[in-house]
């Protein structure tokens, strides 16, 4: 029902939509509240019980009442009503039951409820074996669970940002403010953020007075002043949910979660906020009194029960009782009288208490049942040994308060019991550079909480050298709670701890009966703190009783530390910047542009988008596309974009010792104007990367690496040249996006070429195979060629700046028409290569080795290189497989790669493996499918059939072991 | 006491009075014939079968915390024999047919779930591997499909088929992998090892090995020192540290972290383990409806058990990716655990240079599938000082020889595999 | 985490790439007797701290140095940054390596 008063703007209705049913509420409220003001007290099921339930908090440890929000693919599961800001037209269902709220067929669960004790179900559902998977976990998945996923991807926008301050307030209540005050005063960058949308954090529920003024007054003043300070910034509705290394803390700002659709803005906003220190001032979370069926509608906090009549203006009921273990609730019933709530009586544990104001005090006197099955009616209260009934609509209980210590506990300190306060406070280690005020330290007065969080504002900003001194704070309360301990009310039913789990007392006892009775193993075994409220509620409360059972004291008997996030977070603003082809960057190839124009499909290669084959009119299949371009490429000419290798220029006096280094095989011996093929191994001696080094000058050197390794190979080289070597005059810089690179390969390339160089004798007399120069090309554009072949034919690679690689492309095959030119793409490249048995990444996998690749003499034995040592290790030596070329005998069968290799008639198992096929292509030259593969002893095994085996699509074929050199083994050709 | 379902009912009609402790708190003896450092999955099944396989008694197993409290209390409950190298494959599958009678053998229910994983590929170069890695798998006995995009898309029809980065173009299936219980695979093997009168002894650190000529006399502990004839270490992320004060600091090995993740609960959303082959992403969904997802190690030496956003941020981008559907679920926890890192992303099971002395470590961020077969393994190096066949390849001396096991070609970089 | 570079001053370790333990400078003579099994040593052994740890990082979206960083492992705390060039030099000169002058 709606009272009088509080913080909502009562001009406006807002409409919305619960279940089916409209309601009204007003701007200012929460889902949670505008329910209660139109008496809607059960608002979920519990988890495995599907128990009715209602509100237990107020604020983000709700642990009963989440709902879906929204519908279509906006739907969000397990939304806490209490975060959920009301909007007009906001649509909520309730969730986990079936076939409605009221009335819950998975509540049948109640009649097993003495089966389905903690961990119940280690002990069965073991029988018969298979029945697992089809019976029992389909059964227990269907039941389990919350909320549903809408199955559609999220429609809305994300964003992230970096922000960076003196100081990082989290919270803004009491504390909070006077600290963001003290130190935007003091001139520090401040940030102050709350999860909440309004900042005042809990002086907002409460009734208080500052210096004899409404806490409201005082909250807008500060707040006023604010807007004038350049050096501070506001986030509301942002939770800081985890503190991670050197003052990097994780936020998320809900930008327009409060608005039916965020339109053109970002849903929700991931800060990351560098801190140089950071005041944590996140309040404290009241605690329940466990007894006796403690979970109807209508059971809350008795701290939610006061927010929600000071600040939102309702109450769950016309007639309230209070159940309380210090003054906390006396306070409650003040401020509920005040508004006009009738309070049946307040249950006080202690003895000897006194009303504070016209109501009934049961002192030295529990609650210890209740009545109402969709909603409370009325509880027991026990006193002495004489219980009478009391009819009620809502009982606010009072446990006391457990400090939000969480950020505090996330690198892993403890949190300290203090015996006096009977709570957790903060741990003695916390993450470097923070520093606990207010509730969340314990101190929870008004009046200690604003105190402190000025004078740890000063204190923090004085240590990087801010000077900063205290505000006048406005006088407040500061009485003491007077609590004592009443940890839960002993009996022989079910008193529930962990609301959304059905975690309760008994609970506990069996997993101390059963010896899980660390905090871990008490967790673990009866799913305590598992739920969405991450244990908020209940935690302390379990440990609490489970020290009851060992007879040690809370503080022997362990704690638990919070891991991130303070909250849930959602997955889409943590990875949702970043979504469906905007996962990775796009690098796309010089000529790019002009390949889209002639018809290519490309494929993805590592971040590179590269052009896999050109479909002329007529073709409707790929290998139609490929095949054409093979035959183009060894007949005439074709020419393929290669900029996707990477490219290294090294300079320096030392240039030629440092790649001498580097690569296995000599390198200080290559002229000026040649280029030598390289290998690279890895100081483990295994084989890393390939390409070729270029001697373009005296102390000027080109290399290449594969496509795959351009980052890798690099990193390795400045680490060479840093770390291994600093001796050594040279320099370094990758030059892989600065020039376009085009491979001209077949009979006609050097036709093809001569037509666009500029008085460059390219004549085989003057410009041998493996040879390489400076030049220009098309009439003064500087450009460079090397004379190197992948595909076994005559061919060159040129390189022009990068910004005239599209240019060139389409200039070549304008000017080759005559001469056959045709581009070919990534799927021909691999068929030349195949057919020449080169080596490419499924040959250099990292598991292989030089001896493997048919190139173990090139490594030298002469000088130290990276990975020769390694290389000549035992295991390295003794493994005789060898790359060798593979033709199917009968020419119609395929060769797969990923088959495994085998011997006639073997069986075929691990033991008598022989090796695998790396790589396979249909090869026009040969006339049919021919691979190359790894094959032990295969140098000599030239001629012999095996099998390959690829039971994973139930083939084997036949193979014949041939050269790997199916084109032009003498290299005639390339020397053309 | 024999856990079934007709007990769990006497105990329901009975005010379940009747359930006894999981296992004992005994207090530490003198001496042991074993003791195993380390109560986590490895060590608590070591324990498990050196008493129930291999018959042997006077067993310890030495945990500085509570049991389970490692990598088995913390990860994506992944099991899987889906490997490519002839070192490793056939140990997984026998550890897949562990698996696959656990429960019924140790009377625990530990949920092992074979609902299937499916490894996604993106580039016909991944298919061609994948491919190998199957034909591998089958060819040790286990099984393996090869999904085309069609196939996979009526399987998982959720995932980003039209609109990625990187376009799913197939999987490879291993029905019987999926998912386990991981605490309850823990406490089965504790409960299974007490049974068997192995004392579990918790809150017990091992700050030191007694070792005379070469020979192991027994370790120095927090609770005094106890004597042993043998003593396995399988402590993961903490190898380095323990066998450090046994004078063998320095091994081929890092401790990284890795963090894991779960969301809020949800109704059925995922049916099977889909991992992803172009981003850092592997996902299942628990029985309780939680979403329980990884990716990659942070890639830094740690053993600060808590990790950093960026990588948080990669997993959760890497999800999105794959899965957009699952934005709107909300991640409700995540932690760090530390893995021992190898230098080839493969694990060692051996003896060590100190009579007495085992190792098995090295797991890196793979242990929990090998839990059955690392236990069996050491549990019968430890009896008979034979490795076992499948466990051959596991030697420390592997790395100086050059018989490295490393599945992705990674080279001696603990962070890249 | 934040890494504080020598020349830049704090840059997020995002921008950086890891290598490993900062042993990893002192690579051995390969053309020396026994280089097998100091290359073994350096190749494939680590003292793995839980404590202080000299590494090194490559800042790869940056100046692309290579940096020796000195962090704890337990607590993340980043006590010290050089070049790992500079820290090679001076591991060459005749007096850190304890030459007769």
């Not at chain 1, 707040?223 to 990097?248: K, M, Q, W, Y």
């Not at chain 1, 100081?683 to 000027?700: K, N, P």
């Not at chain 2, 006077?58 to 209390?73: F, H, P, T």
Request: net charge neutral; proline share 4%; aromatic share 8%.
């Amino acid at each position: 029902m709606r009272l009088s008063g509080g913080l909502i703007d009562r001009s406006r209705t807002l409409r919305f939509i619960f279940d089916g049913k409209s309601y009204a509420g007003h701007p200012g409220d929460t889902l949670a509240s505008a329910l209660l003001a139109n008496d809607v007290l059960l608002m979920g099921r519990s988890f495995k019980y599907h128990r009715p339930r209602g509100l237990i908090a107020a604020g983000s440890e709700e642990p009963n009442a989440l709902v879906e929000l929204r519908s279509g693919a906006r739907r969000e599961p397990n939304t806490r009503a209490t975060m959920a800001e009301l909007f007009d037209a906001l649509e909520a269902q309730s969730q986990n039951r079936w076939p409605s709220l009221r009335f819950d067929a998975m509540a049948v669960n109640e009649l097993f409820a003495n089966f389905l004790t903690a961990g119940f179900y280690y002990k069965t559902f073991m029988w018969p074996r298979a029945f697992w998977e089809k019976l029992y976990e389909p059964a227990i998945r269907r039941a389990a669970g919350l909320g549903r996923l809408s199955m559609e991807a999220d429609p809305d926008a994300y964003d992230k940002g970096f922000l960076h301050c003196d100081l990082l307030v989290v919270g803004a209540g009491a504390a909070g403010l006077a600290a963001a005050l003290t130190a935007a005063r003091g001139g520090a960058q401040v940030i102050l953020a709350d999860e909440d949308y309004h900042l005042g954090g809990r002086l907002l529920a409460e009734s208080h007075s500052l210096d004899d003024r409404p806490a409201t007054e005082w909250i807008a003043a500060v707040v006023a002043e604010f807007a004038c300070l350049p050096n501070l910034r506001i986030l509301p509705r942002t939770t800081v949910f985890g503190a991670f290394d050197h003052g990097v803390y994780g936020a998320v700002e809900r930008v327009s979660d409060y608005r039916a659709n965020p339109g053109i803005c970002p849903r929700q906003t991931l800060w990351r906020i560098t801190a140089k220190r950071t005041m944590l001032a996140a309040g404290a979370t009241e605690r329940h009194i466990p007894f006796m069926d403690n979970d109807r509608p209508g059971i809350m906090l008795g701290g939610a029960l006061r927010a929600y009549a000071n600040r939102w203006a309702v109450s769950p009921a016309k007639r309230v009782a209070i159940f309380t273990n210090n003054d906390d609730g006396h306070r409650t019933a003040l401020d509920l009288l005040a508004r006009g709530v009738e309070i049946a009586a307040v249950v006080d544990s202690r003895a000897g208490v006194e009303a504070k104001g016209q109501y009934r005090v049961i002192s030295d006197a529990i609650v210890s049942g209740s009545k109402g099955r969709l909603g409370l009616r009325s509880i027991e209260v026990t006193r002495g040994g004489s219980t009478e009934w009391i009819a009620c609509g809502a009982l606010g209980v009072s446990g006391g308060w457990n400090p939000n210590v969480h950020l505090a506990s996330h690198h892993r300190g403890r949190p300290v019991w203090n015996d006096s306060q009977q709570t957790f406070v903060p741990p003695a280690e916390l993450p470097a550079g923070m520093i606990v005020a207010g509730a969340a330290a314990g101190r929870g007065t008004t009046h200690a909480a604003l105190v402190s969080g000025a004078e740890a504002a000063v204190r923090v900003l004085n240590e990087i050298g801010i000077a900063a001194t205290l505000p006048e704070l406005p006088a407040a309360e500061d009485a003491p709670a007077n609590l004592s301990p009443l940890w839960h009310v002993p009996g022989k039913h079910r008193a529930w701890i962990d609301f959304q789990n059905d975690v309760t007392v008994k609970d506990v006892k069996l997993s101390h009966q059963e010896n899980m009775r660390s905090v871990e193993h008490l967790k673990r075994w009866t799913t305590l703190g598992m739920a969405t409220d991450q244990g908020k509620t209940a935690n302390v409360t379990a440990l609490a009783v489970m020290a009851e059972m060992t007879g040690k004291g809370i503080a022997e008997t362990g704690t638990t530390i919070f891991r991130p996030p303070y909250t849930p977070v959602s997955i889409s603003v943590l990875g949702g910047g970043n979504t469906g082809t905007h996962f990775r960057p796009r690098r796309l190839t010089p000529s790019h542009q002009w390949a889209t124009s002639q018809g290519a499909v490309f494929v993805e290669v590592g971040q590179w988008m590269r052009a896999q084959y050109f479909v002329r009119p007529g073709e409707t299949h790929w290998r139609q596309s490929v095949d054409r371009e093979v035959v183009a490429t060894r007949k005439g000419v074709g020419i393929c974009d290669v900029t996707t290798l990477g490219k290294v220029d090294v300079q320096g006096a030392d240039a030629a010792e440092f790649l001498d280094r580097l690569y296995c095989n000599a390198m200080k011996s290559l002229k000026t104007g040649m280029v030598r093929y390289g290998l690279m191994l890895r100081e483990d001696g295994q084989a890393w990367d390939d390409g070729t080094c270029a001697r373009l000058g005296e102390t000027h050197y080109v290399v290449t690496t594969t496509t795959a390794n351009a980052g890798t190979v690099y990193r390795h080289m400045e680490f060479a040249r840093q770390c291994l070597w600093p001796e050594l005059d040279v320099q370094l810089i990758s030059t892989t996006d600065a020039w376009a690179q085009f491979s001209v390969a077949g009979p006609n390339a050097r036709k093809l070429l001569e037509r666009i160089v500029d008085g460059f004798d390219l004549s085989n007399e003057a410009f041998r195979f493996m040879a390489c120069a400076n030049l220009s090309v098309c009439g003064g554009l500087r450009a460079r060629v090397f004379r190197i072949s992948f595909s076994g034919e005559l061919a060159y690679e040129i390189a022009v700046p990068a910004r005239y690689g599209n240019a060139l492309m389409a200039r070549l095959v304008e000017l080759g028409q005559d001469l056959g030119a045709t581009p070919y793409g990534t799927e021909a490249l691999g068929v030349l290569r195949i057919e020449k048995g080169h080596a490419a990444g499924n040959e250099l996998n990292g598991q292989t080795t030089a001896q493997m690749l048919g190139m173990g003499r090139m490594v030298s034995a002469k000088k130290d290189s990276v990975g020769a040592v390694m290389s000549r290790r035992e295991g390295l030596l003794a493994n005789t497989r060898v790359l060798v070329g593979l033709q199917p005998v009968d020419a119609s069968e395929p060769v797969v790669a990923g088959s495994h290799l085998f011997a006639e008639g073997a069986t075929q198992e691990t033991a008598t493996d022989q090796g695998w096929i790396t790589s396979a292509c249909f090869s026009p030259h040969v006339g049919s499918s021919i691979g190359l593969g790894f094959l032990a002893d295969g140098a000599a095994r030239q001629g012999e059939v095996i099998v390959a085996a690829n039971p994973i699509q139930d083939q084997n074929v036949r193979l014949r072991v041939v050269s790997a050199h199916f084109v032009d083994p003498e290299g005639e050709r390339l020397r053309a | 006491m024999r856990f079934s379902a007709l007990r769990v009912i006497r105990e329901t009609l009975t005010g379940h009075k009747g359930w006894r402790p999981l296992w004992r708190n005994p207090e530490p003896q003198a001496f042991y014939d074993y003791l195993i450092v380390g109560g986590g999955g490895h060590g608590l099944a070591t324990a498990y079968y050196l008493a129930n396989t291999f018959k042997q008694s006077r067993i310890a197993v030495l945990e500085k915390g509570w049991l389970g409290s490692g990598n088995i209390g913390r990860n994506t409950t992944i099991i899987r024999s889906n490997y490519l190298l002839p070192g490793n494959e056939p140990f997984y599958e026998f550890s897949m047919k562990l698996w696959e009678n656990l429960e019924q053998e140790f009377n625990f229910n530990a949920m092992v779930s074979q609902r299937g994983i499916v490894n996604l590929f993106h580039t016909d170069g991944q298919r061609d591997a994948y491919r190998r890695r199957g034909n591998a798998a089958i060819l040790a006995g286990a099984d393996a499909e090869l999904l085309e995009r069609d196939a996979l898309r009526g399987m998982v029809p959720f995932l980003n088929f039209d609109n990625a980065r990187f376009p799913v173009k197939g999987g490879l299936l291993q029905r019987r992998g999926g998912t386990a219980r991981h605490d309850g695979v823990a406490w089965g093997y504790a409960r299974g090892a007490d049974r068997a009168g192995v004392d579990l002894i918790q809150n017990c650190e091992v700050t030191g090995f007694r070792i005379e000529n070469g020979h192991l006399k027994g370790v120095e502990t927090s609770r005094g020192y106890i004597g042993a004839n043998k003593v396995g270490v399988a402590v993961a992320g903490s190898t380095s540290r323990v066998m450090a004060q046994a004078g063998m600091g320095q091994l081929p090995i890092e401790s990284h972290v890795l963090q894991a993740f779960v969301s809020e609960g949800l109704k059925p959303t995922i049916p099977n383990v889909i991992t992803f082959g172009a981003g850092h992403f592997y996902v299942s969904q628990s029985d309780k409806g939680g979403l329980v997802f990884g990716g990659d190690i942070d890639g830094y030496n740690s053993y600060a058990q808590r990790g950093n956003l960026p990588v948080i941020e990669d997993v959760a981008e890497g999800g999105m990716a794959l899965m957009p559907m699952i934005g709107r679920a909300r991640l409700l926890r995540l932690w760090g655990g530390i893995m021992d890192m190898s230098m080839d992303g493969s694990p060692i099971i051996d003896r060590t240079p100190i009579e007495g002395l085992y190792l098995n470590a090295g797991w890196c961020y793979g242990g929990f599938k090998a839990t059955p077969a690392s236990g069996y393994a050491f549990a019968q190096l430890l009896a008979t000082d034979r490795p076992h066949e499948t466990a051959a390849a596991y030697r420390l001396d592997r790395f100086a020889r050059g018989y490295v096991i490393d599945e992705k070609g990674a080279g001696a970089q603990p962070n890249l595999h | 985490m934040l890494i504080p570079h020598p020349l830049l001053g704090l840059r997020d370790a995002q921008e950086f790439s890891y290598l490993g333990d900062a042993s990893l400078l002192d690579r051995p003579d390969g053309l020396a007797e026994k280089a097998g099994d100091a290359f073994f040593s350096y190749v494939y052994l680590r003292e793995n701290p839980a404590g202080v740890h000299r590494e090194l990082w490559f800042h790869e979206q940056g100046d692309r140095s290579w940096l020796v960083v000195t962090r704890n492992t337990v607590t993340h705390e980043i006590l010290g940054a050089e070049l790992a060039r500079d820290v090679a030099l001076r591991s060459r000169s005749p007096r850190e390596r304890g030459d007769p002058a």
